[in-house]
């Protein structure tokens, strides 16, 4: 893997919910959320969002720097270690929609393809490093995005103005480009886990062709989430 040389990359955080299971058998260190699983979705619904999905050749490029920061294979979970999201599964979130009925994916689905149309295929760039809500105590590792992130944003309005119909109005926070590696709230070290992220991805070039959006479902249980997808629109426009 060739890693390009750029100057640091650097981009403004918030904060985000932290998921899932207590790791570890003591309590969490001072100052950080114990995980949570959260409650089973109400029966009928699934808990879905709208992403772009990362190419294969990036995603592998993705792992590597995802091992490089853990010091350790990140599909097996050890104390100390984050919650690295799966590799086949890499995106940009978009929207999350959370717990919605089964019968709105139909719609849902014709929301996509109205978003996608008369949009073009666009590059993306990844680049740079860092942590929500920042490097003391972070709760989500992320990798930034350097170029593309106007075209996301963008692409992001036309979904939101296709789901407002739907039930989901438009989000009363700014909207923030980034792609998650790992979940680290209540993690032992995690500081340290995002300073060696912020060192190894300051000068990294990961880019794709980002051609289609993509509604998935999440399945959580049994290891890290796993994601299904239900439709996909190509992004096909001039």
Request: charged letters at 25%; zero cysteines.
């Amino acid at each position: 893997m060739t890693w390009d040389r750029k100057p640091p990359v650097g981009m403004p955080g918030r904060g985000m919910p932290g998921r899932g299971p207590v790791v570890g058998s003591g309590l969490p260190e001072r100052g950080r959320r114990p995980f949570v699983r959260p409650p089973d979705d109400p029966p009928g619904t699934s808990r879905l969002f709208v992403a772009l999905p990362v190419a294969d050749e990036v995603r592998t490029d993705i792992a590597e720097l995802m091992t490089a920061v853990a010091g350790a294979p990140i599909d097996e979970r050890a104390f100390g270690q984050p919650r690295w999201v799966r590799v086949e599964g890499l995106h940009v979130t978009m929207r999350f929609l959370g717990a919605t009925p089964d019968e709105k994916q139909p719609a849902l689905a014709a929301a996509l393809r109205a978003a996608a149309a008369g949009a073009a295929p666009f590059e993306i760039t990844l680049s740079g490093g860092g942590a929500f809500p920042n490097a003391v105590r972070p709760r989500v590792l992320w990798i930034g995005i350097a170029e593309g992130a106007d075209r996301v944003e963008s692409l992001v309005h036309r979904l939101g103005v296709q789901l407002e119909p739907l039930g989901w109005p438009p989000e009363s926070r700014p909207f923030t480009p980034h792609l998650t590696l790992a979940r680290t709230d209540g993690v032992p070290g995690a500081d340290e886990r995002a300073k060696t992220l912020a060192e190894l991805a300051r000068d990294v070039r990961f880019s794709w062709s980002a051609d289609r959006i993509v509604l998935y479902r999440s399945i959580v249980g049994h290891g890290p989430t796993r994601y299904e997808v239900l439709a996909e629109a190509e992004l096909a426009g001039e």
